[in-house]
């Protein structure tokens, strides 16, 4: 079936999911939750022969991570649906109100875009969590992933579309667009006036492409080369703990740390340590002469590694003069995503989280924190690393827009 006809029937779900109740929302998660629990075998053969082609096709093993599915995950996601279903539903908050002094009551309130496409990389997980995101929150999903997760996708579609229809909820708030083909991406990317607004998951590659040719509105989600910045004010054993779990705690995710910048007042205590540390994880450090001092494990980096999002047992390392040569830093290299500071400065903290630009800032902390989970919005449907409409981990109400409800009696503009 070709986007335009998937578009259609989209926008007939989505009219009918604009009027649906919290309660008829919420079954529906329930309902979803429980098929993926419930039909986890078929869903794992998909997964399986997916991850066999990968394999046969030299996937990466970050790549393969990211594509693998077991009995364990698939409870995870479906877990993820049913605290969805605890969350206040968005759809018709008001957002701000006020009775004008001609006597007109103002409402600004939260309705849902519509049809929203998705198209994004591996994870099969994101199938789940954009349906159900999308469901929460009112909208229908137009779902394109990649070639490789295709099978894992079609039976994580099939099985979602078929629990809507056991609770009365359109099995089109929820289709799969074929991944076989580059013109599928597209024509979604042209669908205007059937798709409303359009998310991409991915690569550099693959979000500038979504960026630069799509006529639908985009919400730029972009790519993680995060950075921990240990500041000359630093205690050294927490900066050791938080870049491990920045690192190391997955790999394969858009919030891991790729980047590690040191005050030059601490390079002589700390990094002898750190980069034991890191060689120890099993992380290549790609560093600076500076850094390349310390240790002869250190691969000499590139121009290109340091701005490089490696999702890989790999990180970036300079040694800089100042708080504000790590913000230089940052800003040439980093994508906006999120930074982390580890200090004991007040001020070098008031600085480094007024100076840097990005959709989140971590103080003290590891960058991996940057998660609608982890941040209490349930499932995200992405981190957006762009400044118009959204910004940072993407939870329900960011899936919605607003509209102006305006109520008189019988008022006429003179």
Do not use: W
């Not at 790729?258 to 390079?267: C, K, M, R, Y």
């Amino acid at each position: 079936m070709g986007v335009t006809e998937l578009g259609r029937r989209a926008r007939a779900a989505a009219n009918a999911l604009a009027t649906a109740t919290r309660a008829e929302k919420d079954r529906g998660l329930h309902a979803m939750a429980d098929a993926l629990v419930a039909r986890t075998p078929e869903i794992l053969a998909g997964n399986e022969a997916d991850l066999a082609a990968g394999r046969e096709a030299g996937l990466t093993e970050a790549i393969l991570d990211r594509l693998a599915l077991d009995e364990a995950r698939v409870a995870v996601i479906a877990g993820a649906l049913r605290e969805m279903a605890a969350l206040p539903d968005p759809v018709g908050e008001v957002v701000r109100g006020a009775t004008l002094p001609n006597g007109l009551e103002l409402r600004q309130v939260r309705v849902p875009f519509g049809v929203v496409g998705i198209i994004y990389e591996g994870r099969p997980n994101v199938t789940v969590d954009a349906a159900g995101i999308c469901l929460k929150s009112g909208n229908a999903a137009l779902l394109r992933g990649s070639s490789s997760a295709a099978r894992s996708n079609a039976a994580l579609v099939a099985v979602l579309r078929d629990a809507l229809t056991g609770v009365g909820l359109p099995a089109d708030a929820v289709q799969a667009v074929d991944a076989s083909s580059r013109d599928s991406v597209k024509e979604l990317m042209r669908a205007r006036g059937l798709v409303d607004v359009l998310i991409p998951r991915g690569g550099a590659s693959l979000i500038r492409t979504v960026v630069e040719e799509s006529t639908v509105p985009v919400i730029e989600t972009g790519v993680g080369n995060c950075h921990v910045y240990v500041d000359a004010a630093a205690d050294l054993d927490k900066a050791v703990a938080i870049l491990l779990n920045a690192k190391t705690q997955r790999l394969s995710t858009c919030n891991t740390a790729e980047s590690l910048l040191v005050h030059a007042d601490i390079a002589d205590a700390f990094l002898p340590r750190a980069l034991a540390a890191l060689h120890d994880a099993g992380v290549t450090v790609h560093g600076s002469p500076e850094v390349a001092a310390y240790s002869p494990e250190v691969v000499p980096a590139t121009e290109e590694d340091h701005g490089t999002e490696y999702l890989s047992a790999d990180i970036s390392a300079a040694v800089v003069g100042s708080l504000d040569a790590a913000v230089e830093h940052i800003r040439r290299y980093g994508s906006g995503h999120t930074e982390a500071i580890v200090s004991d400065s007040a001020s070098a903290i008031r600085q480094f989280v007024a100076r840097v630009d990005s959709a989140a800032v971590m103080v003290n902390a590891s960058t991996r924190f940057t998660d609608g989970g982890e941040f209490g919005f349930g499932a995200e449907i992405g981190i957006s690393t762009q400044k118009l409409h959204a910004r940072g981990p993407m939870g329900l109400p960011e899936l919605t827009s607003t509209k102006y409800v305006v109520t008189g009696d019988g008022h006429l503009r003179g």
